[in-house]
């Protein structure tokens, strides 16, 4: 087994120690931080990701595993020399305002950094016009938003509304997912996505995008 090979399989181990050394080892042996990234780390947790969708993970070990990436990242990140060059593009994650869940949006920032993508989280009770700022600022070709109660799911539309006022609602996709929610009510507000988990949001994320 190659040392990408063994990287995969200690990411999805949760073995963040083990993760660490064959990085370290991957670097020594001259393979670059794009392929490491890639090959390794990515191929671990999109292995989480199918793991987690049919049942077998269930979100603790996604977790660790989710951990253990961002051990070894600490490592590549320096050498990856434009953050945005490996990236698959910006996604700006909230729970909406006057809602403080955010383990199910913590789970969906980690695996899709663990896919690749530039992760910008904005945490819990965020106004419309914070994620209007953020996707502006950092350029966001996703936008994605949580509740997790059916009093806080009106948030969702309202930030679409704001998107568009601000004349950035062409230039980025808008995600939403969360307990009470549905695709049947992301259908209603116009998002042009929802995921029912973490691991459905990575995929509909790439399928979004074409990466």
Known sequence: MDVLERLAKEIYNGNAEAVVALTKEALDVGLSPEEILNQGMIAGMDAVGRDFRDGILFVPEVLIAARAMHAGMGILRPLLTE?????????VLGTV???????????VGMMMEGAGFQVVDL???????????AAKAHNAKIVGMSALLTTTMTEMPNVIAALKEAGLREAVKVMVGGAP???RFADEIGADGYAPNASAAVEKARELLGV
């Open 97 to 107: 305002r006057g809602d403080l869940h955010d383990i199910g949006k913590n789970l």
């Open 123 to 133: 945490g819990t009770d965020v106004p419309p016009e914070k994620f209007v700022e």
């Open 83 to 91: 953050a945005e060059s490996h990236s698959k593009g910006t996604v």
């Open 181 to 183: 929610v549905t695709q």
